[in-house]
């Protein structure tokens, strides 16, 4: 069985779109921090962010969609996504589709974190992996991946309202 470094390693080797999603107050932040820190162990790489409440060593931060476009070979951090990328005006969401088909053509890694109202079903099918922290089950979207995803996840963990994790554990789904 793979240690939860190895796990998180695996998770950003190759381009894609990770969600990261729980509850507010739940630790989504912290667990950015972490896997930075993993990451920066063991790998040399450019680092994008947006969000992050403390400035992190060696990242720079991104504040617009436009600049995101323009990111090469890197990851890029979306901390509280809902904030940058608007989904409600359509002509965001166009903008932010366009975007989203240039992760991979550019050969980036994108992590999404939010609440669960934050993955719409439009967000949520573009994802190739997703993290799961605490969180309430109705607050999903219906019809979304990642609705059904943790919906057929069966644990002790999982009751019929809510996802109850402690603040230092995730479930990681990989299994697109």
Not at 21 to 40: C, Q, V
Not at 92 to 109: A, K, P
Not at 126 to 152: H, P, Q, R, V, Y
Request: positive net charge; charged residues 20%; proline residues 2%.
């Amino acid at each position: 069985m793979k240690t939860n470094k190895e796990l998180v390693i695996d998770l950003f080797l190759t381009p894609k779109i990770i969600g990261l999603i729980a509850n507010p107050n739940e630790g989504k932040s912290n667990m950015i921090y972490w896997i930075l820190d993993i990451l920066s162990k063991d790998f040399k790489f450019d680092v994008y962010t947006y969000g992050l409440k403390c400035k992190v060593p060696n990242t720079i931060e991104v504040f617009s969609i436009g600049e995101v476009e323009q990111i090469k070979n890197s990851l890029i951090i979306l901390d509280e996504f809902s904030s940058l990328m608007n989904l409600e005006d359509r002509k965001v969401r166009s903008q932010v589709e366009s975007t989203i088909r240039l992760i991979f053509h550019n050969n980036n890694v994108l992590l999404l974190s939010g609440i669960s109202e934050n993955f719409k079903k439009f967000i949520s099918a573009k994802l190739s992996a997703i993290i799961f922290k605490k969180l309430t089950l109705a607050d999903l979207i219906n019809g979304s991946n990642s609705k059904n995803i943790i919906m057929n996840y069966k644990s002790v963990q999982k009751g019929t309202m809510m996802l109850d994790l402690p603040i230092n554990h995730a479930v990681i789904f990989d299994g697109f």
